[in-house]
């Protein structure tokens, strides 16, 4: 196995697209995110920076993203849609990497209670001032990230798996089985494939005996698809 072989063990592996599809954020918006680029603004020329350094280096000179790349995503939106600021954003995700140590900072688990005092510190630092309630409001600020923290599976502070319907339900997203893709746990047979050939034939009961699976299993897999094509 070669060093590119094993960056890529275990880390899960998703095109900008995938991503966009998981996550429904633009695939522009994850590009912006994920690499350097520059731009004119008021007749100037200028340089931005990604937000954090993707987990996996270009593949066939694409950007790859990995599993805790899938992740961070999601929290920036999350952030994002409740009105921080752009500024802001960048400055926490540098703050929050060396306080925590941690490459992909907003999807560990140890920034669901530090998280708040980091944007507070740097809101103040830069003088954001549309972060008052959010950095003031324990409640707010965990209000905001907790549909993002629900069907994650920790251990330790690091994120290893996602049921995106929840963990009662059986599609998950796990870094170690299938490159990262959507599948259900107990067979392993992807979402898609399930939903395709629901789709084809219409019959949950002919499907999970075609895939040797349950019908639970099938229906999850076709509401998961469902969701993402919404």
């Excluded at 540098?94 to 941690?102: I, S, T, V």
């Excluded at 992807?190 to 099938?218: C, I, K, Y």
Aim: net charge positive.
């Amino acid at each position: 196995m070669n060093r590119t072989d094993a960056t890529f063990l275990g880390a899960g592996i998703y095109s900008v697209s995938e991503a966009a599809r998981l996550t429904k954020v633009p695939s522009a918006r994850v590009r912006r995110w994920l690499q350097d680029y520059s731009f004119e603004s008021q007749g100037r020329h200028r340089e931005s920076k990604a937000v954090w350094i993707p987990q996996l280096p270009r593949i066939g000179g694409q950007l790859g993203l990995g599993f805790r790349d899938l992740l961070e995503i999601r929290f920036v939106d999350a952030f994002v849609r409740a009105g921080v600021t752009w500024p802001t954003v960048r400055k926490a995700a540098e703050k929050a990497a060396d306080l925590l140590n941690a490459t992909h900072p907003f999807s560990t688990f140890r920034f669901k209670t530090d998280g708040r005092l980091i944007f507070a510190d740097v809101s103040g630092a830069i003088g954001d001032t549309s972060l008052l309630e959010l950095t003031k409001s324990q409640h707010y600020f965990a209000r905001i990230i907790r549909p993002y923290l629900r069907g994650i599976e920790f251990c330790s502070d690091e994120p290893v798996r996602w049921w995106p319907l929840g963990n009662r339900r059986c599609v998950v997203l796990d870094p170690q089985r299938a490159f990262g893709q959507p599948i259900i746990a107990s067979r392993g047979v992807p979402t898609a494939v399930l939903a395709q050939a629901m789709h084809a034939n219409g019959s949950t009961a002919q499907v999970a005996r075609w895939f040797e699976t349950d019908v639970n299993s099938v229906r999850d897999a076709l509401d998961f698809e469902e969701h993402l094509a919404a």
